[in-house]
């Protein structure tokens, strides 16, 4: 039953998001020099997953905060993740990779907040109405599992576009695990 409630949810929130964002993310994605991801939270573990992928299809990718993650530069890309486009971290990243001439993406339930007034390009993930109390999926699930969807959807689109055989993704993959 909660199984087929969760599945339910994130297909109407995918239903409602625009189709044309994978292949629209693929091109922002290729024009990027580095990629700087970074989100707060559970969100947080949506864009480590995101930036190990990517990775994985050959691209120059950091988790912003991590220890080993270089400065930003103009011709980077941050793309943050955020429910709300609101969270206090997240803004203070954005304004400081703005300030040093990198392109902008956020990820978001909304399409108007700080953080949109600040990126390039904004993908907004569903409608907000869809976002009200949703019982059995509280406190953002619904936004980072629909935004975890789309993402993986999104290196999906960037493996059969490039034809990047598994095989070649696997010689990326961590060995000493």
């Given at each position: 039953?909660?199984?087929?409630?969760?599945?339910?949810?994130?297909?109407?929130?995918?239903?409602?998001?625009?189709?044309?964002?994978?292949?629209?993310?693929?091109?922002?994605?290729?024009?990027?020099?580095?990629?700087?991801?970074?989100?707060?939270?559970?969100?947080?573990?949506?864009?480590?997953?995101?930036?190990?992928?990517?990775m994985h299809g050959g691209y120059d990718v950091y988790v912003v905060g991590e220890i080993v993650t270089p400065s930003i530069r103009a011709g980077d890309l941050l793309i943050v993740i955020s429910g709300s486009g609101e969270t206090e971290t997240m803004i203070a990243y954005t304004k400081r990779a703005k300030q040093l001439g990198a392109e902008i993406v956020l990820i978001s339930a909304k399409s108007s907040s700080t953080i949109a007034d600040m990126a390039g390009s904004v993908l907004q993930i569903g409608s907000p109405e869809q976002y009200g109390k949703?019982?059995?999926?509280?406190?953002?699930?619904?936004f980072e599992l629909s935004t975890l969807m789309l993402l993986e959807a999104t290196i999906s689109h960037i493996i059969h576009e490039k034809g990047i055989p598994e095989e070649e993704m696997r010689t990326r993959h961590a060995n000493l695990e």
């Amino acid at each position: 039953m909660h199984q087929q409630l969760i599945i339910d949810k994130i297909t109407s929130i995918l239903s409602a998001t625009d189709a044309s964002y994978e292949e629209k993310l693929t091109g922002i994605l290729d024009k990027a020099s580095r990629i700087f991801i970074a989100g707060a939270g559970r969100s947080a573990l949506v864009a480590r997953f995101f930036a190990m992928r990517l990775m994985h299809g050959g691209y120059d990718v950091y988790v912003v905060g991590e220890i080993v993650t270089p400065s930003i530069r103009a011709g980077d890309l941050l793309i943050v993740i955020s429910g709300s486009g609101e969270t206090e971290t997240m803004i203070a990243y954005t304004k400081r990779a703005k300030q040093l001439g990198a392109e902008i993406v956020l990820i978001s339930a909304k399409s108007s907040s700080t953080i949109a007034d600040m990126a390039g390009s904004v993908l907004q993930i569903g409608s907000p109405e869809q976002y009200g109390k949703v019982v059995g999926m509280p406190m953002g699930t619904v936004f980072e599992l629909s935004t975890l969807m789309l993402l993986e959807a999104t290196i999906s689109h960037i493996i059969h576009e490039k034809g990047i055989p598994e095989e070649e993704m696997r010689t990326r993959h961590a060995n000493l695990e």
